[in-house]
């Protein structure tokens, strides 16, 4: 989990009341995520879950909330958030900014086969166009830029090998330019664990949009690619699946080995800086930063090419 904010029932029963979700039965807090604080809550309506967003600007809230309401309404499998009388999406509780959605079905997989593959690149892809025609999208708040300002600031933190590996990679890195890649909302973070599966095999849920933004489309791609395909086969399915839906054009097949790098250094620094300054939490996740140090040392020795 991360429960960085602890909320009692008396207030989370107040705060329901505007959402007409139906009377507060139970709420618990979940064992997964590290951003933010996230419970299940069931009323007498239903089952949700409940995000306290504990370093989101709340303007970028909005669009977050207002994307997974429209991907849902284009028929992917996304939560949707309850609006109260005004319209709104979020309230503050707790002191933070907070939201109920509806609570999809299924579990996550550890280890996807080609055909769960396959269908996550089809999902992405769909994801991509289905969110091109949403108007205020802020750009990736975890792009290029971000990358550097992190990785120079954490340079001072790290054994001296490891420095010298992300200095390198942050110079290869500023000299690749993705703005002309094609570009569109992306999800940013379609990791394993964000996708839930059905006991029937289909897709459940497509979860957590709270690092979305613009920015290649290719660069999501690569951020799936790292975490689901351990091997060529899963890989070649993700891409069949992708392609199946979306083309990939001559740039973005040039691009992918960098793009792969990209996606490697941007949760190498995530997962570095959630270890070495942690935040304080009720119960907080940490993740190993040290699988995305192994990947990315690979990527650098041999550049994957696209396949098909
Ligand atoms: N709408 C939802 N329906 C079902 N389960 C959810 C939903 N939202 C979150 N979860 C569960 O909560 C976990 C953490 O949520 P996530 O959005 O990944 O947190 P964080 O924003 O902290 O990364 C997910 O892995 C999933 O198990
Ligand atoms: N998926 C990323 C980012 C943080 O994880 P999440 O549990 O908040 O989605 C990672 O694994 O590092």
């Known amino acids: 989990m991360s429960v960085y904010t602890t909320v009692g029932r008396a207030e989370l029963a107040a705060w329901l009341r505007p959402l007409a979700a139906g009377e507060l039965i139970d709420h618990a807090g979940i064992a997964a995520g590290?951003?933010?604080?996230?419970?299940?809550?069931?009323?007498?309506?239903?089952?949700?879950?409940?995000?306290?967003?504990?370093?989101?600007?709340?303007?970028?809230?909005?669009?977050?909330?207002?994307?997974?309401?429209h991907l849902a309404d284009a028929g992917l499998p996304c939560p949707r958030p309850l609006a109260d009388a005004q319209g709104r999406l979020w309230r503050t509780l707790c002191g933070k900014p907070a939201a109920l959605l509806s609570c999809l079905p299924g579990r996550a997989?550890?280890?996807?086969?080609?055909?769960?593959?396959?269908?996550?690149?089809?999902?992405?892809?769909?994801?991509?166009?289905?969110?091109?025609?949403?108007?205020?999208?802020?750009?990736?708040?975890?792009?290029?830029?971000?990358?550097?300002?992190?990785?120079?600031?954490?340079?001072?933190l790290l054994p001296a090998a490891d420095a010298a590996l992300l200095a390198d990679e942050l110079e290869f890195q500023s000299r690749q330019d993705r703005s002309a890649l094609p570009q569109g909302v992306i999800h940013a973070d379609l990791f394993r664990d964000n996708v839930l599966w059905r006991d029937d095999g289909e897709l459940g849920g497509l979860l957590?949009?709270?690092?979305?933004?613009?920015?290649?489309?290719?660069?999501?791609?690569?951020?799936?690619?790292?975490?689901?395909?351990?091997?060529?086969?899963?890989?070649?399915?993700?891409?069949?699946?992708?392609?199946?839906?979306?083309?990939?054009?001559?740039?973005?097949?040039?691009?992918?080995?960098a793009l792969r790098?990209?996606?490697?250094?941007?949760?190498?620094?995530?997962?570095?800086?959630?270890?070495?300054?942690?935040?304080?939490?009720?119960?907080?996740?940490i993740k190993n930063p040290d699988d995305f140090k192994a990947l990315l040392l690979r990527l650098r020795l041999a550049a994957d090419a696209l396949p098909g």
């Open 261 to 285: 790098r990209a996606a490697a250094l941007r949760f190498w620094l995530l997962r570095l800086d959630a270890k070495l300054r942690p935040r304080a939490g009720e119960v907080v996740t």
């Open 34 to 69: 590290m951003q933010n604080s996230n419970y299940f809550v069931t009323t007498s309506g239903g089952r949700f879950v409940l995000t306290l967003f504990e370093a989101i600007d709340p303007a970028a809230l909005d669009f977050y909330l207002r994307l997974q309401a």
């Open 109 to 156: 997989v550890e280890l996807p086969d080609a055909g769960q593959c396959r269908r996550v690149g089809a999902a992405l892809a769909r994801l991509h166009l289905a969110a091109a025609d949403l108007a205020g999208a802020p750009a990736n708040p975890c792009g290029a830029a971000w990358c550097q300002a992190l990785g120079d600031s954490l340079l001072p």
């Open 208 to 257: 957590d949009f709270y690092f979305a933004g613009v920015d290649a489309w290719l660069f999501d791609l690569a951020v799936v690619a790292n975490d689901w395909c351990g091997d060529a086969g899963r890989l070649a399915a993700l891409i069949d699946g992708y392609t199946g839906v979306r083309p990939l054009t001559a740039a973005e097949r040039l691009a992918w080995p």
